[in-house]
């Protein structure tokens, strides 16, 4: 398309510059939720490396990042018994899901205040 430097043209050509730039910025920024669960694949990883020598078949698995001291998986070898494993991955889950639920109520509440200052709603 050819450019005839009309103001609308001029326009559309500063709204994409802003837009790849903004998209450029937020890829950048780190993610918890992303960060972790690269996190738990690289330990999932070290499973599945012992279980192709036939180690560890069959253990219980995180699906979810939980923490860098938290174990990705627990074996018969380790500190820790299944049973107790399990009963801090379910710990860990309600936790994670309460300050998921709080997250919500703080966006709910942050997205209601934005359409009443750009008067979406009315107060």
């Known amino acids: 398309q050819e450019h005839n430097g009309s103001p609308d043209d001029v326009d559309m050509e500063e709204k994409l510059a802003a837009s790849r730039a903004a998209s450029v910025r937020m890829e950048a920024q780190s993610s918890r939720w992303v960060d972790g669960e690269k996190k738990l694949k690289q330990k999932l990883q070290v499973l599945y490396d012992r279980q192709q020598q036939g180690k560890d078949l069959g253990v219980p698995v995180l699906t979810r990042f939980l923490g860098d001291d938290f174990p ?36 709910a509440k942050l997205i209601e205040q934005r359409e009443r200052d750009i008067g979406i709603t009315t107060p």
């Open 72 to 107: 990705a998986f627990v074996t018969p070898d380790m500190d820790i018994s299944v049973d107790e494993w399990r009963a801090q991955v379910k710990a860990k889950y309600e936790e994670m899901r309460k300050e998921e639920e709080e997250w919500q109520k703080e966006m």
